[in-house]
């Protein structure tokens, strides 16, 4: 059974920077795919970030290109996601998100249904 857990969420004022961790409980695999998505109030979830387990591949949406940057520790079980330049629009649940790698899988999907597992979430504020 996959768990995943975030950590490090807060309140932060513009400009500012905060970096969020997913502790990773997947057992024996070793090929898999952790994404962030964020949850804005009335808004619809979406992808931010992406991260091959197996080789560090990543991929990031545009509208945080430049500020955030996601990067992992294998020896932790676990998955950085580091924001900076924080704007009030960044606000949001952000969740970490698990899916085993398949054959014929997209590549770092960005779509929520392809990922299995979810973390609870952890709310950033980006507030003066």
């Known amino acids: 059974q996959v768990q995943l857990e975030e950590s490090g969420g807060g309140l932060v004022q513009p400009g500012g920077s905060l970096t969020l961790s997913c502790k990773v409980s997947?057992?024996?695999?070793?090929?898999?795919?952790i994404g962030w998505f964020r949850q804005a109030p009335g808004k619809e979830r979406e992808g931010v970030s992406f991260i091959d387990i197996y080789d560090g591949h990543t991929n990031i949406a545009d509208s945080v290109k430049g500020r955030f940057a996601i990067s992992r520790d294998n020896v932790k079980n676990t998955v950085y996601l580091t924001m900076n330049s924080l704007k009030p629009e960044d606000t949001a649940v952000y969740y970490c998100?698990?899916?085993?790698?398949?054959?014929?899988?997209?590549?770092?999907?960005?779509?929520?249904?392809?990922?299995?597992?979810w973390g609870q979430g952890t709310q950033v504020t980006v507030s003066s």
């Open positions: 998100a698990f899916t085993p790698v398949a054959p014929g899988m997209v590549r770092l999907p960005r779509a929520r249904a392809a990922y299995t597992n």
């Open positions: 997947a057992f024996f695999l070793t090929n898999y795919v």
